[in-house]
C-alpha cells in the first residue's frame, strides 16, 4: 500500500504546483507556455531515444511466442497469426495486438483451488474489455482535441467528435469518449486493488499513471461539464503555441492550467515509464518475429571469430618437450613437417 500512498502525493503535489503557480505567483507565462514546450520536447526526444536504442539491440535468438501449429508438411493447417512463418504473417500479427489487443482477448487467468492442491484456469474477458475501452476511448479523446490544434478543423476531426457526441444528451454535448475514459481507468485501478496477488506486486509507478489519467480526465469532465470554459480563448492560447508565436490570453481559469499541467506532466513521463509499451510493442521479438527456424538459418549478431589454438598447433610449439617426455606425436604430423 505505499505504491499507493506515493502515487496519491505525488498527484496531490502536482495539483498544487500550478494552483499555487498561477493563484499566487501568477505565473501563466510559464505554465501556459514554457511547461507546454518542454513537456512536448521530453516527450519527442525520449521517445526517439528508446525507439533508437531498441532498434539497436541485438536479437540473438528466435523467440516468438507460440500458441499454435508451426508451418510443416503442406497438408498440415498452420496457425499463421499464432505461430507466424513469413513477414506477412509478423504483420497480421503485431497489428492484430495493436488494434484488437488479440494475445489479452486469449489471456487465462490462473486459479488456485479451496486445499491449494489444484490450478485451474478461466477465461478472463473482462481484462480485455476494460484494456480496448480505456485505449479507444483514450485515442478518441485525443483525436478531437486536434480541433484546438487545428485552423480550420479537418473534416475527420469533425466527424469523430460527432460520432462520439452521437448521444446528443444535455448542454454542452456530451461526450461518450471522455466519460467511458473515466470509467475504464478507473476499473483498471481498481483491478490492481481489489485482486490481492496484483496489488501485492503493484508499485508506485503502476499506480501513478492511473492517478494521473484520472486527474487528467476529471479535469477536463469538470471544464467541459461543470465550471466551464472559454474555449476560443483557450484555441487561441493553442494556437499560439503550435505556431511557436505564443500569446497569453486573460481569463482562461485555473482548471484550465491545472489540467495543461498534468497532461504536459504525463508527457514528460511517457518516455521513461511503462506507457512506452505503446512503441515497444514493435520491438518485441517474441511478437515481431517469424518463426521459422527449420526453414531459415538465423545468425546471432553476438557471434565473433574464434581464434582456435589446434592440436597441430600444439605439437608444433611443444614437440621438443613433448619428445624428451616421452609424449607420443601424431605420426601424420611428424611425416607432413618432416621431423621425427
Known amino acids: 500500500m505505499?505504491?499507493?500512498?506515493?502515487?496519491?502525493?505525488?498527484?496531490?503535489?502536482?495539483?498544487?504546483?500550478?494552483?499555487?503557480?498561477?493563484?499566487?505567483?501568477?505565473?501563466?507565462?510559464?505554465?501556459?507556455?514554457?511547461?507546454?514546450?518542454?513537456?512536448?520536447?521530453?516527450?519527442?526526444?525520449g521517445v526517439l531515444q528508446r525507439l533508437l536504442k531498441w532498434s539497436r539491440i541485438p536479437n540473438p535468438f528466435k523467440i516468438p511466442t507460440t500458441g499454435g501449429q508451426q508451418k510443416?508438411?503442406?497438408?498440415?493447417?498452420q496457425s499463421k497469426f499464432d505461430n507466424p512463418s513469413s513477414t506477412g504473417q509478423v504483420i497480421g500479427r503485431v497489428l492484430s495486438e495493436v488494434f484488437l489487443f488479440r494475445s489479452l482477448?486469449?489471456?487465462?487467468?490462473?486459479?488456485?483451488g479451496t486445499q491449494g492442491t489444484s490450478v485451474t484456469y478461466a477465461s478472463a474477458k473482462w481484462l480485455?474489455?476494460?484494456?480496448?475501452?480505456?485505449?479507444?476511448?483514450?485515442?478518441?479523446?485525443?483525436f478531437r482535441h486536434l480541433r484546438f490544434f487545428t485552423n480550420p478543423v479537418p473534416w475527420p476531426v469533425g466527424f469523430v467528435e460527432g460520432f462520439d457526441g452521437w448521444l446528443e444528451v444535455g448542454i454542452p454535448q456530451v461526450m461518450i469518449s471522455g466519460l467511458v475514459l473515466?470509467?475504464?481507468?478507473?476499473?483498471?485501478?481498481?483491478?490492481?486493488?481489489?485482486?490481492?496477488?496484483?496489488?501485492?506486486?503493484?508499485?508506485m509507478n503502476d499506480f501513478f499513471p492511473l492517478f494521473l489519467l484520472i486527474a487528467i480526465a476529471t479535469t477536463g469532465a469538470l471544464m467541459r461539464y461543470i465550471v466551464g470554459i472559454n474555449v476560443p480563448s483557450v484555441k487561441e492560447l493553442v494556437m499560439g503555441l503550435v505556431s511557436f508565436r505564443p500569446v497569453m490570453i486573460e481569463g482562461i481559469g485555473l482548471l484550465f492550467y491545472i489540467h495543461i499541467f498534468l497532461v504536459s506532466t504525463l508527457l514528460a513521463y511517457f518516455p521513461f515509464s511503462k506507457l512506452m509499451h505503446a512503441g515497444?510493442?514493435?520491438?518485441?521479438?517474441?511478437?515481431?518475429?517469424?518463426?521459422?527456424?527449420?526453414?531459415?538459418?538465423?545468425?546471432?549478431?553476438?557471434?565473433?571469430?574464434?581464434?582456435?589454438h589446434t592440436y597441430d598447433a600444439f605439437e608444433e610449439e611443444f614437440r621438443d618437450?613433448?619428445?624428451?617426455?616421452?609424449?607420443p606425436l601424431d605420426d601424420t604430423l611428424s611425416s607432413s613437417t618432416g621431423k621425427d
Not at 72 to 77: D, E
Not at 105 to 112: A, G, I, K, Q, Y
Not at 284 to 305: E, Q
Request: proline share 5%.
Open 321 to 327: 618437450k613433448m619428445t624428451e617426455a616421452g609424449i
Open 2 to 45: 505505499i505504491g499507493i500512498a506515493y502515487a496519491l502525493i505525488a498527484l496531490i503535489i502536482l495539483i498544487l504546483v500550478p494552483w499555487v503557480g498561477i493563484q499566487g505567483l501568477g505565473l501563466t507565462y510559464l505554465f501556459g507556455v514554457i511547461i507546454p514546450y518542454a513537456a512536448m520536447a521530453i516527450f519527442f526526444f
Open 182 to 203: 473515466l470509467c475504464a481507468v478507473c476499473l483498471l485501478l481498481a483491478r490492481r486493488l481489489v485482486i490481492p496477488r496484483l496489488r501485492y506486486i503493484s508499485l
Open 72 to 77: 510443416s508438411l503442406n497438408w498440415i493447417r
Open 128 to 142: 480485455w474489455i476494460f484494456a480496448i475501452l480505456f485505449h479507444y476511448a483514450m485515442f478518441t479523446t485525443v
Open 105 to 112: 482477448f486469449r489471456n487465462l487467468s490462473p486459479r488456485v
Open 280 to 308: 515497444g510493442i514493435f520491438f518485441s521479438p517474441t511478437r515481431s518475429m517469424a518463426n521459422d527456424n527449420r526453414a531459415v538459418h538465423h545468425d546471432n549478431p553476438w557471434n565473433y571469430t574464434v581464434k582456435f
